[in-house]
């Protein structure tokens, strides 16, 4: 850490490495705009920096209460890290309920910025709180930056001609440049933002930012700190260009990338549900890129809309999360046994049923391989965080046109609403495998197979290729039939085809020594949080390697060999043990331990390196 | 249709290779040999056409017509459906589907078709019983049937698919009967002719567990007065002696001489008249309407949807992936 003097002011300027912080307020205080915006400004920074929003599933809970707390945490920083980290070191709390709900996660000694202004008795009530946490000792031990953010705002405004209300929306903007003068942030990305979000509204634009400079003056001014701090931008991500990028925004982009990949419309038919919409709201807004977008009337509707889309000879695609996924099951059927190319993107959240669903789960894998009446394999591929969500959806794509079935791609809440710095792939290195349709009659049958053992895609409107297909059992014309060696065979045929696709998937590098006592093996989005344990685990002169998977039905060849150098294999997963239990069936002869946490939360790196630790020390 | 073009087809080639397996009698043969007539006959391109059906006897339809064909789920086919045509708008979609399969597994999926007014024409063979589940009760069965799962008789209130339809805002939406050729096809035609969703209800017989169910109604010695037919720019008037009439009143047509009948105009008929007429034969003694009960024009859902696709490349020009990536604040790590 350095001390150097800051320019125009006596406050010393200290340098830090990473810093952690979560804004917690009520879920109308714009908490995630919050996070947002600073986590925006310190991309374009050039910090590495990592997310995790964290909100209630109701919109507006009552205000004030304990449930209506809406959370934002990141950590950004110079080096290249991989979690939102486990303690935050500054915890802003809005409000009592705020502050209860969140101060058991701060770090021993953090500091606590606190809006003293929604702290009078009945702000008290609303939290449950007999007495006031700020005169208690409740926060002894940590440093406490008390800021009347509800007064110092209506002041900065004095001039303006909002109502107090409106006036006092803009707290959230006179908190971010409070954080911003304590980070040495910049503030145009937010003002350029400011001006693009209320356009229409130019008093708003005005007043936020007038908050927004009062709140980042007022660090300069009234010496709240006793210092600023700052996190140089990072030299250790790889050269390129880069952008700030969210799961479901990837796989949004990846879905009109692999279907010009394809040479295919997009056709989305989807149901607005939490967290998997904003794909849904982001492809209806890329028309200019020929994506057509249905919002049906159900789930099912949803997929069956797009596999009619498939049958006519668009790319069908589907977006959803878990109760979705249920009620699609019985279409998903359909498409395996029609062999209809599709893709069906789940973001997990907490279940089962309606579950918690702004929370984080991974518990809808044995849903996604196994979950459908009969023998009906469907490949599946999990996005592990928001940077590879664009190249895993454009490999669905290409699964599912390259070997005629639907594909599974899950991501999950962590993924779908977490940030972090995209390098830009080039895009001129992404090879195309356009589509090619059966057009002549002569000798085609609907379900001959190619050497890969897919069928050839035929589409109506092509002249002398008239066939049916249906979800009863076909020979290899497509008409239905009931001999019991056809349904063998054909079903035979389905199974080998999504087992020969593990043949294009690359095996997964390990992590580390390729032998060992103890392998760390994970999917999906514990993947910063993994490799973050490991390392940790390593500082600590303990020497275990790590692997994840990415495409997880077939799985990737070579698992075998791998798996067989070490002594044993710790599968940490946000559920109760579902990968581990596909592994044990599929390779049973090794020694997998699985390690599970289902709060709704993700997993803390000091956990994971606390149960690596104690298998290599037991 | 390129080398057939010139090649006027026949009803035969409209028939595909595959044995029909209905039982014998079924009201279905005769829709289908109306269908394939009609398909040879109004010049329609196979390669073009998509019979979809969902569940049930009357789903084994598209099996039959030498057209593209999808047997899909029960109750989903207008979902399907609604897919196929938007991904290809020029495709003639025809959906075929039974009471269960519409009004009971799929009624949400029918509502909401009929409200969106994709360009496809449903066709619901309506014969009041589930067929190949072996006979229960269906949604379409009157109050009272009795039958295994139903031991004491059914309680519930049976749908009227037309007044369903209607309620759903339907573009178009008619009646005929299985073995009526001739009605059938006229019906056919308007149905193929109608610009959005056109529901046709089809009185069909299952021989086997609800043997002529309608046989008060359609039998040859009652059907022309028990049945009156709404014929576009035509008097309404039935009776084997073409002497019974009907005319407008406030409960929508009440029975009059055949010199006082009312001009029948489905297009500018109200919503609360053609309501009013699919409910008449809740009175025995009123003849049952067939025909076209509504027929107006409104905005079809698909075209729409490419409109604004169309009208977003011309504003934005057609995008580009390198776009959508590339966008937003971006920095550069040398």
Same mark, same amino acid.
């Given at each position: ?54 909100? $209630? ?150 007043? #936020? ?7 980042? #003056? ?267 060696? #056809? ?25 580390? $020594? ?39 039905? $077939? ?46 939360? $993700? ?16 | ?124 063979? #309506? ?208």
């Amino acid at each position: 850490m350095t001390t150097t003097e800051t320019p125009g002011a006596d406050l010393p300027l200290q340098q830090l490495e990473r810093v952690v912080i979560r804004f917690a307020g009520d879920s109308g205080d714009g908490m995630q705009i919050t996070g947002n915006q600073f986590t925006q400004t310190s991309a374009v920074f050039g910090n590495d920096l990592a997310t995790l929003p964290d909100f $209630p599933a109701e919109i507006r809970a009552p205000a004030g209460t304990r449930p209506g707390v809406s959370g934002f945490q990141l950590q950004f920083s110079s080096k290249d890290i991989h979690t939102p980290g486990d303690a935050p070191d500054v915890l802003v709390a809005m409000n009592p309920a705020a502050l209860v709900v969140n101060l058991g996660a701060l770090k021993a000694g953090g500091t606590l910025v606190i809006n003293t202004g929604a702290f009078k008795a009945n702000d008290l009530k609303k939290a449950k709180l007999g007495s006031n946490p700020l005169e208690d000792g409740t926060l002894d031990g940590y440093r406490v930056i008390p800021v009347d953010i509800n007064a110092r705002v209506l002041e900065a405004l004095s001039d303006s001609a909002l109502s107090t209300k409106e006036k006092a929306r803009c707290k959230n903007f006179y908190t971010l440049g409070l954080m911003y003068w304590l980070y040495s942030r910049p503030l145009d990305s937010t003002v350029n933002w400011l001006k693009v979000k209320f356009k229409s509204r130019p008093e708003l634009i005005e007043a #936020n930012e007038l908050a927004l400079r009062a709140g980042f #003056n007022a660090g300069d001014i009234h010496e709240l700190f006793q210092g600023q701090y700052e996190v140089p931008k990072t030299e250790e991500l790889p050269a390129g260009t880069y952008r700030n990028m969210m799961g479901n925004d990837a796989i949004a982009m990846g879905l009109v990338a692999g279907a010009q990949l394809a040479g295919l419309q997009p056709v989305l038919g989807s149901y607005p549900i939490t967290p998997a919409s904003t794909i849904l709201e982001s492809l209806a807004s890329y028309k200019h890129h020929g994506v057509v977008t249905m919002q049906m009337e159900d789930e099912i509707a949803a997929i069956c809309s797009a596999i009619g889309a498939s049958f006519s000879g668009s790319l069908g695609i589907t977006t959803t999360s878990g109760p979705g996924m249920a009620l699609k099951t019985e279409a998903m059927g359909l498409a395996i046994s029609t062999e209809l190319p599709l893709v069906i993107v789940n973001i997990q959240r907490a279940g089962p049923s309606t579950g918690m669903p702004t929370k984080v789960e991974q518990s809808d894998l044995l849903q996604a391989i196994f979950g459908r009446n009969g023998d009906a394999p469907i490949p599946v591929i999990s996005c592990s965080r928001p940077s590879d969500a664009f190249e895993l959806t454009i490999d669905a794509v290409r699964i599912a046109v390259q070997y005629m079935t639907p594909v599974i791609l899950l991501s999950d809440n962590f993924i779908a609403n977490g940030a972090e710095p995209w390098l830009l792939p080039d895009l001129k290195d992404i090879k195309p495998f356009p589509v090619q349709f059966a057009e002549d009659p002569e000798n085609h049958r609907t379900f001959a197979r190619d050497e890969k053992g897919s069928r050839a895609w035929a589409k109506p409107g092509t002249p002398g290729m008239e066939f049916r297909i249906g979800g009863l059992e076909k020979d290899i014309d497509g008409n239905v039939s009931y001999d019991p060696e #056809n349904h063998q065979a054909m079903t035979d045929q389905r199974h080998n085809k999504i087992a020969a696709i593990a043949q294009t998937i690359p095996t997964p590098a390990v992590d580390g $020594p390729d032998s060992g006592d103890l392998l760390v093996l994970g999917w999906g989005s514990t993947v910063g949080i993994l490799t973050q344990a490991v390392e940790t685990v390593r500082e600590n002169g303990l020497s275990v390697s790590r692997l994840h998977l990415t495409h997880i039905w $077939p799985l990737p060849k070579g698992l075998e060999e791998i798996f067989s150098n070490f002594k044993a294999i710790l599968v940490p997963e946000m559920n109760m043990g579902q990968l581990t239990r596909v592994l044990r069936g599929e390779m049973p002869h090794h020694n997998f331990i699985p390690h599970n946490k289902v709060t709704g939360q $993700p997993f803390l790196t000091t956990e994971v390196a606390a149960k690596i630790e104690n298998i290599l020390k037991g | 249709m390129s080398e057939t073009a010139t090649t006027k087809l026949t009803r035969k080639d409209f028939v595909s290779d595959q044995e029909v397996r209905w039982c014998p009698g079924c009201g279905d043969y005769a829709i289908l040999a109306s269908m394939q007539k009609y398909m040879a006959d109004s010049g329609a391109d196979p390669a073009k056409t998509v019979f979809v059906s969902g569940i049930g006897c009357s789903s084994r339809f598209p099996y039959y017509m030498n057209t593209y064909g999808f047997h899909t789920i029960h109750g989903r086919a207008p979902a399907i459906a609604t897919g196929i045509k938007v991904a290809n708008p020029d495709l003639s979609v025809w959906i075929v589907t039974g009471d269960g399969d519409a009004l009971s597994i799929g009624g949400n999926h029918l509502a909401h078709i009929l409200r969106r007014n994709v360009d496809v024409n449903i066709l619901l063979f #309506n014969n009041e019983i589930y067929g190949l589940t072996k006979g229960q009760y269906s949604p379409t069965s009157p109050v009272g049937t009795v039958r295994k799962s139903t031991p004491m008789g059914s309680v519930d209130r049976p749908f009227n698919p037309i007044s369903f339809a209607l309620g759903c805002n339907a573009t178009f939406v008619a009646r005929s009967i299985d073995t009526d050729a001739k009605h059938l096809t006229k019906v056919f035609a308007a149905a193929d002719a109608h610009r959005g969703t056109s529901f046709v209800e089809i009185l069909q017989n299952c021989v086997i567990f609800n043997k002529d169910f309608y046989s008060k109604v359609v039998d040859r010695s009652v059907r022309a007065d028990m049945t009156v037919d709404l014929t576009p720019g035509e008097k309404i008037i039935y009776g084997a002696e073409e002497d019974k009439g009907m005319r407008f009143c406030a409960n929508g047509l009440e029975k009059c001489s055949a010199a006082d009948a009312d001009l029948w105009d489905p297009a500018t008929a109200t919503e609360s008249q053609a309501y009013a007429i699919s409910q008449l034969d809740q009175d025995p003694e009123t003849p049952k309407p067939i025909g076209v009960f509504r027929s107006v024009d409104a905005q079809v859902y698909e075209q729409q949807v490419h409109q604004q696709v169309e009208a977003a490349v011309a504003d934005k020009g057609p995008g580009k992936v390198e776009d959508l990536v590339c966008a937003g604040d971006r920095w550069t790590i040398d």
